[in-house]
């Protein structure tokens, strides 16, 4: 697709927060910054991988004041606090000491065919809803069925089709959990999902390119998407430095 989606607010999508006051200056030091009754749940978001979004109301306007304290204050734990343009905050480790987890295989393509369904036009005319089966559909149709089980479940050894539709249901339940932790989706019921910008760090890899939806589609057709490769095309190397697979450890 290559018209940008709507705007987040626009979207409707995320946790709902009674909205921060606006006020007519930011935090002037980091011990204000620091006893501001959002900081503490805020900075435990962060530092679990949480990317925080416009739709989390409170704690993004927070984020949001402080950012410019708040830079220097996480970067002494080896973290860069980020920014992106599409509306959400999140650390990036840059060093080792609050430590790194990485998503599996299977969080990353399921993560990456979210974000396939967050540029589809029908996602936006839904305000962010997908249902589950949506995107169980979507995953078969991009890499097969026998791909998709081995994928998300890596220590099988042999594909059985009288049991891959269930452990794909499983599995996948298992990556929306853990998607939904850091912020990337909301699990509203056993059927339906909502989608938050965040997803759009899985598009790292094509943002530059006009048709985003189509390039991100081929390569994750061809198994050759690397989370946080940077460059113009959708054949380029990875830049570790941008990678969303690496969020600060649990």
């Keep these: 697709m290559g018209a940008r989606p709507r705007s987040d607010r626009d979207r409707g999508v995320g946790r709902r927060w009674e909205r921060r006051a606006v006020t007519d200056a930011a935090f002037h030091t980091l011990e204000a910054a620091i006893a501001d009754e959002h900081f503490p749940e805020v ?38 606090l980020v920014q992106q343009s599409d509306g959400y905050f999140y650390l990036l480790p840059s060093g080792e000491r609050l430590g790194r987890r990485q998503l599996s ?37 991009l890499v097969g069925a ?23 249901r499983a599995q996948v339940g298992e990556a929306l959990r853990r998607l939904a932790d850091l912020g990337f989706v909301d699990l509203l019921d056993e059927a ?17 390119l006009a048709d985003r939806s189509a390039a991100l589609e081929r390569l994750v057709a061809r198994g050759e998407v690397l989370l946080g490769d940077a460059g113009a095309g959708d054949e380029s190397s990875a830049d570790d430095d941008t990678a969303p697979d690496e969020e600060p450890a649990r």
Excluded at 112 to 135: F, I, K, M, N, S
Excluded at 151 to 168: G, I, N, Q
């Design 43 to 80: 900075d435990l978001m962060l530092r679990r991988g949480r990317h925080i979004g416009r739709d989390d109301g409170t704690a993004y306007d927070y984020l949001a004041d402080a950012q410019a304290i708040l830079e220097g204050f996480y970067r002494r734990f080896g973290c860069e």
């Design 105 to 141: 295989a299977g969080e990353m393509l399921v993560g990456q065919t979210l974000a396939l369904l967050y540029l589809d036009p029908a996602t936006l005319q839904h305000g962010g809803l997908v249902a589950r089966e949506a995107l169980l559909q979507r995953l078969s149709g």
């Design 146 to 168: 026998e791909v998709l089980v081995r994928t998300l479940s890596p220590r099988k050894r042999k594909f059985d089709e009288r049991v891959a539709a269930e452990t794909v």
């Design 192 to 208: 339906r999902l909502r989608l938050r910008p965040a997803l759009m760090r899985f598009a790292e890899p094509v943002r530059s």
